[in-house]
T-cell receptor, first 113, second 108 residues
Framework: GAGVSQTPSNKVTEKGKYVELRCDPISGHTALYWYRQSLGQGPEFLIYFQGTGAADDSGLPNDRFFAVRPEGSVSTLKIQRTERGDSAVYLC???????????FGQGTRLTVV | GEDVEQSLFLSVREGDSSVINCTYTDSSSTYLYWYKQEPGAGLQLLTYIFSNMDMKQDQRLTVLLNKKDKHLSLRIADTQTGDSAIYFCAELIDKLIFGTGTRLQVFP
């Protein structure tokens, strides 16, 4: 596609449920990033993939959060046992390679009720 | 450590210049970026500067970098109402670290 695509655009889930957020990067981009943006805050780094492997997952807040990118393209961010504090906009970005311009998707707004 | 600070709010009159400031703490940054975020929209890259430069101009945008003081600024000339948005600076170390964002409000 022309840009980074994230689905769904909005997700409302009940506390304790499992959610998956999907990111389709720009074709050919090897680097993929996940960020979380809470209301009134800047994006907070979660995890970065180079190809299929997680090059840096130091931003994942705890073991309820996990992300995969099995074929080096689409990535899924998985959140287990969701909590109300997980409510935020989850942003995905991709770049041709590390250090080149990162293009952001529109984000998935997750609301945990 | 990694910390990027910005003032929260800036209000300017249409046609005036806007200057948005940012300070960062990690001197190993390779690139520094300015992103724009409009309500309900994703992040749009406006401009960037390599850490060995001290100035970059791109049409109405001027980026100044003072590496000694770890200070970055974005000047928008002839500010328009369409420039109203939140502006984030970000530094690239091994990953992009964003500031808290500055909300720019442009009034007629």
């Amino acid at each position: 596609g022309a840009g980074v695509s994230q689905t769904p655009s909005n997700k409302v889930t009940e506390k304790g449920k499992y959610v998956e957020l999907r990111c389709d990067p720009i074709s050919g981009h090897t680097a993929l990033y996940w960020y979380r943006q809470s209301l009134g805050q800047g994006p907070e780094f979660l995890i970065y993939f180079q190809g299929t492997g997680a090059a840096d997952d130091s931003g994942l807040p705890n073991d309820r959060f996990f992300a995969v990118r099995p074929e080096g393209s689409v990535s899924t961010l998985k959140i287990q046992r969701t909590e109300r504090g997980d409510s935020a906009v989850y942003l995905c970005a991709s770049s041709l390679n590390w250090g080149s311009e990162a293009f952001f998707g529109q984000g998935t707004r997750l609301t945990v009720v | 450590g990694e910390d990027v600070e910005q003032s929260l709010f800036l209000s300017v009159r249409e046609g005036d210049s806007s200057v948005i400031n940012c300070t960062y703490t990690d001197s190993s940054s390779t690139y520094l970026y300015w992103y724009k975020q409009e309500p309900g929209a994703g992040l749009q890259l406006l401009t960037y500067i390599f850490s060995n430069m001290d100035m970059k101009q791109d049409q109405r945008l001027t980026v100044l970098l003072n590496k000694k003081d770890k200070h970055l600024s974005l000047r928008i000339a002839d500010t328009q109402t369409g420039d109203s948005a939140i502006y984030f600076c970000a530094e690239l170390i091994d990953k992009l670290i964003f500031g808290t964002g500055t909300r720019l409000q442009v009034f007629p």
